[in-house]
């Protein structure tokens, strides 16, 4: 079995296996020579402090849809979680309801952020007895969960700080989520002229962990989970005059799962590598980025609803070495200019992005978008341009 072929999930998001290749750069992928089968990403749950709230803003704002929910009044006592879509994406939104309840320990301590990135594998107890063998640190046992729409096998593993992993085979569930979940609409209604989606797929999740544990998390990942490396980004290529980091990218045999994980290197002032960790409290992930058939539609809808990116100064579009490098894109240099999006060129092809600032209340979680066209990078060109514009924000926060 090769799978680049599409998942269930993607096709009832209307995608087609030449729009994922461009959008995440999906590859061919052997399962069967594979000891740990990742199919590709299941969830990325957030903890918040108010779910009912953030699910309202990632659909007004973001353009994602409500599908299902489970609370109080489907039997689920101590908090309530909403699941929202947009294309192949999946986001699930918990929060506390009882004080007691684990979740708002999480909050407090980290505020918003990500606590599981859920992966679905082809055989839970494959993979899991592969990951124990391996010395990862299983946090559920597999089990089934059952209900009238068929039964799901999970289990999860542990990965940096309180980051987990589910490891999800819904291969026998035909439900809109999880057994516990019901379905959940919401009444939004699109604004005249917005994109019908505004991001379509996950691209990548990015990690950040402390000074000297990049290389274990690489290895994590090489040897429990059988992903590959695709790129390392070391010195100059990731430094300003004031703050370094260092970055190396992990990824599943199909590549529709790409971990960067970050680790601060020494710099004049603190790095956003150290901002986060001082704000979260603990390694976690970072920035999730939102891959987008049309990055300019996306941006004009995005800022319509308020959400704030980062600025790129004019001399950015201006530099001769900019022009020679990216060659032509598929827009003017002066719409991306008029955005503040970012274009980058490899031997493959290019790509687009820009980012956004922090979506909460502390410096800690954003998203990118990025539109691919053939690239399989990750903007390097652009490093030390958003890394500026990064610190230009710490400095107003008195993080830098």
């Known amino acids: 079995m090769t799978t680049a072929r599409l998942t269930p999930h993607e096709r009832a998001a209307h995608l087609r296996a030449t729009q994922l290749r461009r959008l995440v750069g999906l590859v061919e992928h052997d399962d069967a020579a594979d000891p740990f089968p990742v199919v590709g990403m299941d969830a990325v749950e957030f ?26 009044e489907t039997g689920l006592r101590d908090h ?13 939104l918990s929060g506390a309801v009882d004080p007691a309840s684990p ?56 990965a ?3 980051t987990r ?39 990548h999740a990015v990690g950040n962990v402390e000074m000297g544990r990049m290389n274990h998390w690489v290895r994590f990942y090489n040897e429990v989970m059988g992903f590959t490396n695709m790129a390392e980004f070391v010195g100059d290529d990731i430094a300003t005059e004031y703050s370094a980091l260092m970055s190396k990218v992990v990824a599943n045999g199909n590549h529709r799962v790409k971990f960067p994980l970050n680790e601060p290197a020494v710099g004049r002032k603190r790095s956003q590598i150290d901002e986060y960790l001082d704000f979260y409290g603990e390694p976690g992930c970072q920035h999730l980025a ?48 008029s955005r503040g999006i970012l274009v980058d060129r490899d031997e493959d092809g290019y790509l687009l992005q820009i980012f956004t600032k922090p979506l909460g209340d502390r410096p800690t979680v954003f998203f990118e978008l990025i539109e691919r066209h053939g690239s399989l990078g990750f903007g390097k060109g ?14 107003t926060r008195g993080n830098l």
């Open 80 to 92: 309530k979680s909403f699941v929202l879509e947009s294309g192949s994406a999946r986001f699930v």
């Open 103 to 158: 979740l708002a320990d999480h909050h407090r301590r980290h505020g918003d952020g990500v606590v599981d990135l859920a992966l679905e594998v082809l055989d839970v107890d494959r993979c899991i007895e592969h990951a124990r063998r391996h010395g990862a640190v299983v946090l559920d046992e597999p089990h089934d969960l059952s209900d009238d729409h068929g039964t799901v096998r999970i289990a999860a593993l542990a």
């Open 165 to 203: 992993h589910t490891l999800v085979d819904r291969s026998r569930y035909r439900g809109v989520y999880l057994p516990g979940y019901e379905p959940r609409s919401s009444v939004r209604t699109r604004r005249p002229g917005s994109p019908e989606r505004v991001f379509a797929a996950l691209d």
């Open 160 to 162: 940096y700080g309180s």
């Open 290 to 337: 939102l891959a987008t058939d049309d990055i300019l539609a996306s941006v004009d809808a995005l800022r319509a609803e308020g959400v704030e990116f980062l600025a790129t100064p004019d001399a950015y579009y201006d530099d001769p070495l900019l022009r020679a490098r990216i060659g032509r894109v598929r827009v003017p240099v002066a719409e991306l200019r």
């Open 47 to 72: 903890v918040c402090g108010n779910a009912t709230q953030t699910a309202h803003y990632f659909a007004s704002a973001w353009g994602m849809t409500l599908v299902a929910y489970s609370g109080p």
């Open 382 to 395: 652009n490093f030390k341009a958003l890394f500026e514009s990064i610190e230009r924000e710490q400095a």
